[in-house]
């Protein structure tokens, strides 16, 4: 074939009508990228986006620790005596300002004990110790015009905070003599006194007596922090004499000028039966005083608890109720234990409902349990026990309500071998459904200690060992807060007349259980009328078990979601289920929000999914009706050898029609 018969070839091709050849470098680019090998670097059209959903490797959170360190206090610089019926708030003015209380002997053995006074501000890692002022021997200006100046004792520590950051820190001031009854001093009876520290407990700003009642004793402190018409109400219930010619019980007043003055208290319950008083106030302003029923007449004990609610502002009591009847109450001592030990209920409150927690001995061996109300205090529920093993004694309860999740805290002997109570831990739980349930206990102390080995050395009953009547816990909504006495390090100070004295007051702060929730793949594109698919994944944290509740929306609406609404049950760990994206043939094109959110009681968390919908149609250069079918024809074709094949018809078929236009008007040397 010579190079005429060649040109001739060459101007046939480009003879073949421009829409057809654009077709045939078309099909021979397709038939180019089937073959294995080759990649072409552009394309004039591409096939659309696959419609499979795909999953990516995703790190599930790691769960942290939910217990941190257990933390000395006061530390262990001499003199180094026992602190004891520890307390604790929380500045809900800056929640990593944190002050605990408790009775400090450091001031033995010449004086008694006192209120200590420890200071936090990066969430109860570190802490600074002092003592309230107006001790013996405080030469300060702020101790020597103390009305607390010329007592040598203070006792039953209670501490609170308001929401402007104003402490309060309520105790009973009493003389001891040589001898060692109370009395004989410049006050001449127990007293119950309030202190108040400002911008957030770094001022001390005075200490207030409340004379008149006689012989107070086991005080507590509430304040209003609602926002309503009463806030800042200070709330004070302590057991006391009202005059000299009526019975010991519990007594109420309130301070509405900062603790300045407080108003002529009443009993409460009016009947007179209270003793041993722990009080909370609603979110609606309710103040509710728990307490236990004695016969005011004999003393003797009545075995049931009660509540009394009491108006907002104070100004009198609404009902009292039975709420635990008939109580079983801790005797002294507990089997095994040579330490004093007798129930004081604590109370807690929030939106949802009442709160009381305390010991029993319904069980054979002493337990916590829970009872709630969810009506204002009329009704209460019967007893929950708290602690999940039956073994061993579980005592001293205290409790915190924060972000509607209910915390416990509690003494626990079930790590101990044996009769003889000789190895006590701290134990705590939680509710993230007001109440209802409790999630499985954490042990909060590292080590175990022996409760049995210190002894009060202080007047009344000092060769009584003692471990305080209470402990304290504050919390936030992600955080607990747990303040307990603990003899770990007891004999590292040792006393001539005691042995060993070193009692200290220990806290760790506790990661609250949550959960965290996730989405995979973060985005995807789906075509209309067809489907997409995301994994979402539920991780526990901190010791997390429940149901958790997700539900699904888009933004803008318009994408259908299956399930709308799933629950997970989670029992640690993680889990997992398929949302599925299916829009129609009239979903609008455009990009879609999915919020997915979890929720489990007071605890919601939320992911996010984009899902982009487009339409089936094919991008790309825009062709003639004819054309663009033949060409969707050929992209329906999905091997290599069908796309070749269809090359091998069009293009003779463009050379014959040009070969039989040319034959019209010439004869070629090619047609040889």
Not at 337 to 364: C, E, M, N
Not at 529 to 539: L, M, Q
Request: proline share 7%; charged share 10%.
């Amino acid at each position: 074939m010579d190079s005429t018969l060649c040109a001739e070839k060459g101007k046939a091709v480009r003879a073949i009508p421009a829409i057809e050849r654009v077709l045939i470098i078309l099909v021979l680019s397709l038939a180019a990228n089937t073959l294995p090998g080759f990649q072409a670097e552009s394309r004039v059209l591409e096939k659309p986006p696959s419609t499979t959903a795909y999953s990516m490797s995703v790190r599930a959170p790691s769960a942290t620790v939910p217990t941190g360190p257990n933390i000395d206090i006061a530390g262990e610089a001499l003199p180094d005596r026992q602190q004891v019926e520890t307390t604790v708030a929380i500045d809900p003015h800056n929640t990593n300002i944190i002050v605990a209380g408790a009775q400090d002997l450091r001031l033995k053995p010449q004086e008694h004990r006192w209120h200590g006074y420890y200071r936090s501000t990066d969430g109860g890692q570190t802490w600074t110790s002092s003592l309230l002022p107006g001790f013996p021997g405080d030469t300060s200006p702020a101790g020597l015009s103390s009305p607390l100046h010329g007592s040598n004792a203070t006792s039953d520590p209670v501490l609170t905070f308001d929401r402007l950051g104003n402490l309060y820190y309520a105790g009973l001031v009493f003389n001891v003599t040589a001898n060692g009854p109370l009395g004989n001093g410049p006050i001449g009876n127990t007293v119950a006194f309030l202190a108040k520290y400002t911008n957030d407990g770094v001022a001390y700003s005075g200490v207030t007596l409340i004379k008149g009642p006689l012989f107070a004793d086991k005080e507590w402190i509430a304040i209003d922090n609602t926002g309503g018409p009463y806030e800042g109400t200070v709330y004070l219930a302590f057991d006391a004499n009202l005059t000299a010619t009526s019975y010991f019980g519990t007594i109420f007043t309130r301070s509405t000028d900062g603790g300045r003055t407080f108003s002529p208290p009443f009993y409460a319950p009016a009947d007179m039966t209270g003793e041993l008083p722990g009080m909370t106030v609603d979110p609606s302003g309710n103040i509710y005083v728990s307490s236990l029923a004695y016969n005011p007449f004999t003393g003797s004990a009545l075995n049931y608890t009660q509540v009394t609610k009491i108006a907002p502002g104070g100004a009198g009591i609404s009902q009292n109720v039975r709420a635990v009847n008939p109580a079983q109450w801790l005797p002294s001592f507990l089997p095994g234990g040579q330490f004093r030990t007798f129930t004081i209920p604590q109370i807690a409150s929030d939106s949802k409902g009442v709160y009381l927690v305390f010991d029993d001995i319904r069980q054979g061996n002493a337990s916590v349990f829970l009872s709630r109300s969810t009506d204002g205090g009329s009704t209460w529920t019967g007893p929950l026990r708290i602690n999940d093993v039956s073994n061993g004694q579980h005592f001293f309860p205290t409790i915190s309500s924060s972000g509607g999740i209910i915390s416990v805290a509690w003494y626990d002997s079930r790590q101990n071998v044996g009769t003889t109570m000789n190895s006590l831990d701290v134990y705590f739980s939680e509710s993230l459904d007001g109440g209802v349930n409790f999630l499985p206990n954490i042990r909060v102390t590292t080590d175990s200690f022996n409760p049995n080995t210190v002894y009060r050395t202080d007047s009344p009953n000092p060769a009584q060992r003692f471990m305080g009547d209470y402990i304290g816990m504050a919390a936030t909504p992600t955080t607990a807060h747990p303040v307990w006495a603990d003899n770990l390090n007891a004999c590292d100070t040792i006393d001539p007349a005691w042995s060993c004295v070193d009692q200290d007051a220990f806290t760790s702060t506790i990661s609250l259980a949550d959960f965290t929730i996730a989405g995979s793949p973060p985005t995807q594109t789906i075509q209309q009328g067809t489907t997409g698919t995301a994994t979402v994944s539920v991780t526990s944290l901190n010791n997390y078990q429940g149901t958790v509740t997700i539900s699904s929306i888009s933004n803008p609406n318009g994408l259908p979601i299956t399930p709308a609404t799933h629950s997970l049950g989670m029992t640690g760990g993680t889990s997992s289920f398929n949302l599925t994206f299916s829009p129609t043939t009239t979903t609008a094109t455009q990009a879609y929000t999915v919020n997915v959110t979890g929720t489990s009681g007071p605890r919601a968390h939320y992911a996010l999914v984009t899902v982009t919908v487009t339409s089936p149609s094919v991008g790309g250069t825009i062709l003639p009706l004819r054309s663009a079918s033949l060409l969707l024809f050929v992209l329906g074709f999905t091997s290599s050898i069908a796309a070749i094949a269809l090359v091998g018809l069009v293009l003779p078929l463009a050379i014959h029609k040009y070969r039989k236009k040319k034959s019209q008007t010439f004869s070629s040397p090619c047609e040889s």
